[in-house]
């Protein structure tokens, strides 16, 4: 059995809400004990509504994002780290090894920047060439990879649409040649005929770089498509994770199927779900007690509101977090 | 085939002037968007022009501003336009009339200066004159004069000093002021603002105390106060070096909030987050994102900041607390004219005033023009 | 019986680069208790079509003297472009036609609590007095779902959560009891789960009110699910019309069927996403002829790039503008 590329274990991220004169000051726990691998060469997808914390998850694992308790460490078989304990030296080499893109092509560029600059950036902050020339030939390598003509290099950001400049950001993620990306929200802010594009192309570029590409949406749909392991967040915890075909033919949590079942299908006479949630999301920072999702569950019971459900392994290789998953009619 | 060739050439034009567009810089941008604003480029040309009027002041000015250039003949004299035409016929060079000052039983006793039409005084160019100095070479090269006598365009004063040659003197001034304060100022903001807005935190929270601290001292009890502290000794060139510094020193805290506010906001955009999960330190991040992003901003908060210190600068000189004679400020020139009978009688001493306001507004209008150059950029989108 | 008609409605902008055609002759009709959804993605004009049904277009927008547009009423038609003074277009301004945006945050002032502006509408287009603008606005804070009404009309706008602002805004532009609704993106911002409740509440109102509701979006699930006919919108024009149906099922035009096939179907995870190659042209380099020639796959040259296409009726209801399709129309 390979090792995981990031093995996560009890990882909790807490950010301070002010403070108190008399006993411990409130803190947001926007991540509350996640255990999650992500093997290396996958599509890994993370999905969640808003305050799930998919894109702390996403951060702390490139350790933007504080790491109050539990370990994060990377492993691709010729550097380990830990993440939570690096040293300086140690981060730098992990930075030529993660990376991030990011949702808003319009904030992710430098105006000020030509795109050959932007591209090359990383490589000249990590020293990771010697020389003018090698620095834009690797530039132009990774440009032609990302199906940017090589014209632009000369413009500025002002002078591209928002998938031109969304492959500008994935091709300066891409230059340092890390082995493990993350695309937060990557193709949330594109029109639906670029998106088509983008993720076309960082499936091939996976395919290519050998990558590991850890998806952050909000869109299921998307990460259907191009997903092949697929983990759902509920306000800080998983509640399921399991390979996608699996998890939409037979999602096994509660949230997980009220999911599925709000999206909007292109079919207009499918017959209406069963599955519709009531209720708001509540507050990350005032969460419920017990499992975090009983107060909108259909299926919640006394002990729901008093226990904290952990992950458990269901049959077809994936893993549930709720008390009576098993006991739930099928979907 | 001509047609062809004809529509080639429009489309080249399209596509090159496209690509110029593509690859223009963020500050080329801002140039291109600055001339397209009418009153900004108009603005523009008459600051220019005042600048270069009061950095070649000596030259364009006739006469020495100070009491060594002064005609006795001629004090409280009306303003003296060239005329190229009168009674006697037209000449192609302009000319103006010669004064005489008589006391006699008819005019009282009292002195009296009349123009004697018969004793024309051709105006020449490129005269030699007073001298000056000029880079630390000495000339006495200037614009114009009349070959027999004084010239003055904007009238005299009670001591017979050459109005026009004071304004510009004083424009030269004002301008050197604000300069050294606006620099200074300028400066210790980067310093102190840069600072607080990129450490954030505790650090941000003291740096904010003391900035608000200086910022609500008063400044003409300070002016006063240093008036009297600023021993008689000292020449009229270190008070102007005094005062400046001290409005410098003073001047900081407007421009020091907003250069941490600008770095507050650049901080967290996602690009510089990028380039720190890249692992580029802090120098790195300084340098190449945050200092040119908000150059053009703090572009135009100096050149808007500029009028504020010749505002300040003559008004403590008006009262008395600023610069005195023999430097010549625009505020100096305005201590003067607080008496009646220069309202009734002397009305050419407000001439100043008029270059004062053009100058502060030309300053105003630039600015704003280079603001809203500036600022679109941040909100053009999809 | 029609509830607005939009003919040849043609709406340019005067900007610095000059006069940028932000929609074209685009026509279409909405029933009373229809739901017309318009589809388009960025530059396509639907958010432009939408505001000129209330005269809220700006300053430099330069209206086609062809263009028509025409609100039905039982006491005679009202042309809004017609509409001179601010004053004759208060009705469709929250009278008759009023808008849901869609970013509730940004749509309520946040000085003034929920219930204030609530009640300001009501007082500005009814008769109705103050202490009745109250009762209503509670009443209708509850009919969209909200809990505790009462306490919540006294709440700032912040204080309520995303889903419950959107349907604070519903409930306001619903107060007035409009005929027609245009509702401009209004689950974009929100989360699914949140947006499958305000959809399910839009219908109902639909059924209840008897109102149309202009549903302008670019996600076409939401569509399917919500729309009985949809409008589909490219770079200004309107390039696809008919019922959800036709429209998903068998669509005609090049540039829907680009759309469906980019589009991640959660029925069919194994169907490849197809992008529509290319991209959108800028608002400067409209392209001549038919404006999606130059990403088509079945342009023919020489036509396509010249000529400006024509409806093609497929069958009752269901119109696209190709030229393709007249070739292949026996």
């Given at each position: 059995?390979?090792?995981?590329l990031i093995?996560?274990?009890?990882?909790?991220?807490?950010?301070?809400?002010?403070?108190?004169?008399?006993?411990?000051?409130?803190?947001?726990?926007?991540?509350?004990?996640?255990?999650?691998?992500i093997?290396a060469g996958s599509f890994f997808?993370?999905?969640?509504?808003?305050?799930?914390?998919?894109?702390?998850?996403g951060r702390?694992i490139l350790k933007a994002?504080?790491?109050?308790?539990?370990?994060?460490?990377y492993d691709d078989g010729q550097s380990?780290f830990?993440i939570?304990?690096?040293?300086?030296?140690q981060e730098r080499t992990y930075r030529s090894r993660a990376q991030l893109i990011f949702?808003?092509?319009?904030?992710?560029?430098?105006?000020?920047?030509?795109?050959?600059?932007?591209i090359a950036e990383p490589l000249?902050v990590m020293?990771l060439t010697?020389?003018?020339?090698?620095?834009?030939?690797r530039v132009?390598e990774i440009?032609?990879k990302c199906?940017?003509?090589?014209?632009?290099?000369?413009?500025?950001?002002?002078?591209?649409?928002?998938?031109?400049?969304?492959?500008?950001s994935i091709a300066r993620a891409l230059v340092s040649g890390p082995k493990f990306v993350v695309a937060d929200?990557s193709?949330?802010?594109?029109?639906?005929?670029?998106?088509?594009?983008?993720?076309?192309?960082l499936?091939?570029l996976q395919k290519d770089l050998s990558l590991t590409l850890l998806f952050?949406?909000?869109?299921?749909?998307?990460?259907?498509?191009?997903?092949?392991?697929?983990?759902?967040?509920?306000?800080?915890?998983?509640?399921?994770?399991?390979?996608?075909?699996?998890?939409?033919?037979?999602?096994?949590?509660?949230?997980?199927?009220?999911?599925?079942?709000?999206?909007?299908?292109?079919?207009?006479?499918?017959?209406?779900?069963?599955?519709?949630?009531?209720?708001?999301?509540?507050?990350?920072?005032?969460?419920?007690?017990?499992?975090?999702?009983?107060?909108?569950?259909?299926?919640?019971?006394?002990?729901?509101?008093?226990?904290?459900?952990?992950?458990?392994?269901?049959?077809?290789?994936?893993?549930?977090?709720?008390?009576?998953?098993?006991?739930?009619?099928?979907? | 085939?001509?047609?062809?060739?004809?529509?080639?050439?429009?489309?080249?034009?399209?596509?090159?002037?496209?690509?110029?567009?593509?690859?223009?810089?963020?500050?080329?941008?801002?140039?291109?968007?600055?001339?397209?604003?009418?009153?900004?480029?108009?603005?523009?040309?008459?600051?220019?022009?005042?600048?270069?009027?009061?950095?070649?002041?000596?030259?364009?000015?006739?006469?020495?501003?100070?009491?060594?250039?002064?005609?006795?003949?001629?004090?409280?004299?009306?303003?003296?336009?060239?005329?190229?035409?009168?009674?006697?016929?037209?000449?192609?060079?302009?000319?103006?009339?010669?004064?005489?000052?008589?006391?006699?039983?008819?005019?009282?006793?009292?002195?009296?200066?009349?123009?004697?039409?018969?004793?024309?005084?051709?105006?020449?160019?490129?005269?030699?004159?007073?001298?000056?100095?000029?880079?630390?070479?000495?000339?006495?090269?200037?614009?114009?004069?009349?070959?027999?006598?004084?010239?003055?365009?904007?009238?005299?004063?009670?001591?017979?000093?050459?109005?026009?040659?004071?304004?510009?003197?004083?424009?030269?001034?004002?301008?050197?002021?604000?300069?050294?304060?606006?620099?200074?100022?300028?400066?210790?903001?980067?310093?102190?603002?840069?600072?607080?807005?990129?450490?954030?935190?505790?650090?941000?929270?003291?740096?904010?105390?003391?900035?608000?601290?200086?910022?609500?001292?008063?400044?003409?009890?300070?002016?006063?106060?240093?008036?009297?502290?600023?021993?008689?000794?000292?020449?009229?060139?270190?008070?102007?070096?005094?005062?400046?510094?001290?409005?410098?020193?003073?001047?900081?805290?407007?421009?020091?909030?907003?250069?941490?506010?600008?770095?507050?906001?650049?901080?967290?955009?996602?690009?510089?987050?990028a380039a720190r999960l890249s692992g580029?330190?802090?120098?790195?991040?300084?340098?190449?994102?945050?200092?040119?992003?908000?150059?053009?901003?703090?572009?135009?908060?100096?050149?808007?900041?500029?009028?504020?210190?010749?505002?300040?600068?003559?008004?403590?000189?008006?009262?008395?607390?600023?610069?005195?004679?023999?430097?010549?400020?625009?505020?100096?020139?305005?201590?003067?004219?607080?008496?009646?009978?220069?309202?009734?009688?002397?009305?050419?001493?407000?001439?100043?005033?008029?270059?004062?306001?053009?100058?502060?507004?030309?300053?105003?209008?630039?600015?704003?023009?280079?603001?809203?150059?500036?600022?679109?950029?941040?909100?053009?989108?999809? | 019986?029609?509830?607005?008609?939009?003919?040849?409605?043609?709406?340019?902008?005067?900007?610095?680069?000059?006069?940028?055609?932000?929609?074209?002759?685009?026509?279409?009709?909405?029933?009373?208790?229809?739901?017309?959804?318009?589809?388009?993605?960025?530059?396509?004009?639907?958010?432009?079509?939408?505001?000129?049904?209330?005269?809220?277009?700006?300053?430099?927008?330069?209206?086609?003297?062809?263009?028509?547009?025409?609100?039905?009423?039982?006491?005679?038609?009202?042309?809004?472009?017609?509409?001179?003074?601010?004053?004759?277009?208060?009705?469709?301004?929250?009278?008759?036609?009023?808008?849901?945006?869609?970013?509730?945050?940004?749509?309520?002032?946040?000085?003034?609590?929920?219930?204030?502006?609530?009640?300001?509408?009501?007082?500005?287009?009814?008769?109705?007095?103050?202490?009745?603008?109250?009762?209503?606005?509670?009443?209708?804070?509850?009919?969209?779902?909200?809990?505790?009404?009462?306490?919540?009309?006294?709440?700032?706008?912040?204080?309520?959560?995303?889903?419950?602002?959107?349907?604070?805004?519903?409930?306001?532009?619903?107060?007035?009891?409009?005929?027609?609704?245009?509702?401009?993106?209004?689950?974009?911002?929100?989360?699914?789960?949140?947006?499958?409740?305000?959809?399910?509440?839009?219908?109902?109102?639909?059924?209840?009110?008897?109102?149309?509701?202009?549903?302008?979006?670019?996600?076409?699930?939401?569509?399917?699910?919500?729309?009985?006919?949809?409008?589909?919108?490219?770079?200004?024009?309107?390039?696809?019309?008919?019922?959800?149906?036709?429209?998903?099922?068998?669509?005609?035009?090049?540039?829907?069927?680009?759309?469906?096939?980019?589009?991640?179907?959660?029925?069919?995870?194994?169907?490849?996403?197809?992008?529509?190659?290319?991209?959108?042209?800028?608002?400067?380099?409209?392209?001549?002829?038919?404006?999606?020639?130059?990403?088509?796959?079945?342009?023919?040259?020489?036509?396509?790039?010249?000529?400006?296409?024509?409806?093609?009726?497929?069958?009752?209801?269901?119109?696209?503008?190709?030229?393709?399709?007249?070739?292949?129309?026996?």
């Amino acid at each position: 059995m390979t090792t995981p590329l990031i093995r996560i274990k009890g990882l909790e991220t807490h950010y301070p809400l002010g403070q108190r004169l008399f006993g411990p000051a409130p803190v947001l726990k926007a991540l509350a004990g996640i255990d999650l691998d992500i093997p290396a060469g996958s599509f890994f997808g993370l999905v969640g509504e808003s305050g799930s914390g998919k894109t702390t998850l996403g951060r702390a694992i490139l350790k933007a994002a504080p790491i109050t308790t539990g370990s994060v460490s990377y492993d691709d078989g010729q550097s380990a780290f830990d993440i939570g304990s690096m040293d300086a030296r140690q981060e730098r080499t992990y930075r030529s090894r993660a990376q991030l893109i990011f949702q808003d092509p319009y904030a992710a560029l430098s105006p000020r920047m030509t795109v050959r600059d932007i591209i090359a950036e990383p490589l000249e902050v990590m020293g990771l060439t010697s020389s003018r020339a090698e620095t834009d030939d690797r530039v132009r390598e990774i440009a032609k990879k990302c199906r940017l003509n090589l014209e632009h290099l000369r413009r500025f950001p002002h002078a591209f649409s928002g998938g031109q400049r969304q492959r500008i950001s994935i091709a300066r993620a891409l230059v340092s040649g890390p082995k493990f990306v993350v695309a937060d929200e990557s193709v949330a802010a594109l029109d639906v005929s670029i998106q088509a594009d983008i993720l076309n192309l960082l499936k091939a570029l996976q395919k290519d770089l050998s990558l590991t590409l850890l998806f952050i949406s909000h869109d299921l749909s998307v990460v259907a498509h191009s997903c092949d392991t697929v983990a759902v967040m509920y306000l800080g915890r998983l509640v399921e994770v399991a390979p996608s075909r699996t998890l939409f033919a037979r999602p096994r949590h509660p949230y997980t199927r009220a999911l599925l079942s709000a999206i909007p299908t292109l079919d207009p006479d499918a017959p209406p779900k069963m599955q519709r949630l009531t209720g708001e999301i509540p507050s990350p920072a005032d969460p419920p007690p017990g499992c975090r999702f009983h107060t909108r569950c259909p299926f919640a019971q006394a002990r729901c509101r008093q226990e904290v459900p952990e992950l458990a392994p269901t049959q077809d290789g994936g893993q549930v977090a709720c008390h009576f998953w098993k006991d739930l009619p099928d979907a | 085939m001509t047609d062809r060739t004809v529509t080639t050439s429009v489309a080249d034009r399209e596509a090159r002037r496209k690509e110029a567009y593509f690859t223009a810089s963020q500050s080329q941008l801002i140039w291109a968007r600055f001339r397209k604003n009418r009153s900004a480029m108009v603005a523009g040309i008459v600051l220019a022009a005042m600048i270069l009027l009061g950095l070649f002041a000596d030259f364009v000015g006739p006469y020495n501003p100070t009491i060594a250039g002064r005609n006795a003949d001629y004090t409280n004299g009306a303003p003296q336009i060239p005329r190229f035409c009168d009674d006697d016929g037209c000449s192609l060079r302009p000319f103006i009339y010669g004064t005489k000052r008589e006391r006699s039983i008819a005019t009282n006793f009292r002195w009296v200066t009349t123009q004697d039409t018969d004793d024309k005084r051709y105006v020449q160019f490129f005269v030699r004159g007073d001298s000056y100095r000029f880079l630390g070479f000495s000339a006495n090269l200037h614009l114009f004069g009349v070959d027999n006598g004084y010239i003055h365009l904007f009238g005299t004063d009670d001591a017979g000093k050459d109005i026009f040659s004071r304004t510009l003197h004083a424009i030269r001034t004002s301008l050197a002021v604000g300069t050294i304060g606006v620099v200074i100022s300028f400066v210790m903001a980067l310093a102190i603002g840069g600072v607080a807005g990129y450490f954030g935190g505790r650090i941000d929270g003291v740096i904010q105390m003391i900035t608000d601290a200086v910022r609500v001292v008063p400044a003409i009890p300070l002016f006063m106060a240093l008036a009297a502290f600023v021993p008689d000794t000292w020449s009229a060139e270190t008070r102007f070096f005094f005062i400046s510094i001290i409005l410098g020193l003073i001047g900081w805290p407007t421009l020091a909030r907003r250069v941490r506010t600008h770095i507050l906001v650049e901080r967290n955009q996602d690009y510089v987050l990028a380039a720190r999960l890249s692992g580029a330190r802090p120098g790195h991040i300084i340098r190449r994102h945050l200092l040119p992003s908000f150059t053009s901003y703090i572009i135009v908060d100096l050149v808007i900041s500029f009028p504020y210190m010749v505002l300040s600068e003559t008004a403590l000189s008006f009262i008395g607390l600023g610069l005195k004679d023999p430097v010549n400020s625009l505020g100096v020139m305005l201590q003067n004219t607080t008496s009646a009978d220069v309202l009734l009688n002397y009305q050419w001493y407000f001439i100043p005033v008029i270059f004062f306001v053009t100058l502060v507004m030309a300053f105003v209008f630039v600015g704003d023009g280079l603001r809203d150059a500036a600022d679109p950029y941040a909100s053009s989108r999809k | 019986m029609s509830l607005l008609s939009v003919q040849d409605l043609t709406i340019r902008f005067r900007t610095e680069e000059g006069l940028i055609t932000a929609v074209e002759k685009v026509s279409f009709d909405i029933a009373e208790g229809e739901i017309l959804g318009l589809v388009g993605e960025s530059g396509s004009g639907k958010s432009v079509t939408a505001k000129s049904l209330m005269r809220l277009m700006g300053d430099n927008a330069v209206v086609d003297p062809a263009s028509r547009i025409t609100l039905h009423r039982q006491g005679g038609d009202l042309d809004v472009l017609g509409l001179r003074r601010e004053r004759d277009m208060r009705p469709v301004r929250g009278g008759e036609i009023s808008m849901v945006f869609q970013e509730p945050m940004a749509s309520f002032a946040p000085a003034i609590t929920v219930g204030a502006q609530m009640v300001e509408q009501l007082l500005i287009h009814t008769d109705l007095s103050r202490k009745a603008a109250r009762t209503l606005s509670i009443d209708m804070l509850a009919r969209v779902g909200i809990s505790d009404p009462a306490r919540r009309f006294d709440q700032y706008v912040f204080e309520f959560s995303g889903g419950m602002r959107q349907r604070a805004m519903i409930a306001m532009a619903l107060s007035t009891k409009p005929r027609l609704l245009i509702a401009d993106e209004p689950t974009t911002a929100l989360d699914v789960t949140i947006q499958a409740q305000v959809l399910e509440l839009m219908k109902e109102l639909v059924a209840e009110f008897r109102m149309g509701i202009l549903f302008i979006t670019h996600d076409l699930g939401v569509i399917a699910q919500t729309a009985d006919r949809v409008a589909v919108m490219y770079l200004g024009n309107l390039v696809e019309t008919g019922t959800v149906r036709d429209v998903i099922r068998t669509p005609a035009h090049p540039y829907t069927k680009g759309l469906l096939q980019a589009l991640p179907r959660i029925d069919d995870l194994d169907a490849p996403l197809v992008p529509v190659p290319g991209d959108i042209p800028g608002p400067l380099d409209r392209p001549e002829g038919c404006v999606f020639h130059t990403r088509c796959a079945v342009a023919i040259s020489g036509r396509c790039n010249r000529q400006i296409p024509q409806d093609v009726t497929l069958s009752p209801g269901h119109a696209a503008r190709c030229h393709a399709l007249t070739k292949d129309t026996p």
